[in-house]
């Protein structure tokens, strides 16, 4: 009687500890998702931040190209025609660079607004996760 006592209680404390070790494999688990989303949105938040200086260096160059070629297109004269073709190849080309640099402020305003998307995803994401993992400083 005591044996079977004994090997009861026995069973009974391996059930419960490999219960315990199960609930916290799940915990663990869901601490790595936590932390990896994480990991994702402060990559995201760098991203966005280094896009943001881009497209402000981007914004400086654009103005002062569009102001030069506003001053360009409007200087012809029609007295020597030879100046005047020299002046609109030259106007063509600040055009060129200018259409150049709008087209790419463009494409770095949508990537700005696509980063911003991906960081409030990511963060909504990260808000519905149950455990948020501390990361101390060291």
């Known amino acids: ?3 079977l006592l004994i090997a009861g209680i026995l069973l009974l404390g391996t059930a419960a500890t490999s219960g315990l070790k199960a609930q916290s494999i799940d915990e663990m ?3 790595v998702e936590t ?8 990559n995201k938040k760098i991203d966005l931040e280094t896009e943001k200086q881009k497209n402000d260096k ?4 654009v103005e002062s190209l569009n102001n030069k070629a506003d ?5 012809y ?3 020597d025609p030879s100046s005047t073709a020299k002046e609109a190849k030259e106007t063509a080309k600040v ?3 200018t259409e150049s640099a709008n087209k790419d402020l463009e494409r770095s305003n949508n990537k700005v607004i696509d ?11 990260l808000d519905r996760q149950k455990y948020i993992i501390e990361i101390k400083e060291k």
Do not use: A, F, P
């Open 95 to 97: 055009l060129k660079k």
């Open 115 to 125: 980063l911003n998307t991906d960081v409030q995803k990511l963060q909504s994401k």
């Open 77 to 79: 004269s029609s007295s």
């Open 71 to 75: 001053r360009k297109t409007s200087n």
């Open 58 to 61: 981007l914004k400086s160059e």
């Open 35 to 42: 932390l990896k989303i994480q990991t994702d949105l402060i």
């Open 1 to 3: 009687m005591k044996k």
């Open 29 to 31: 688990k869901k601490q």
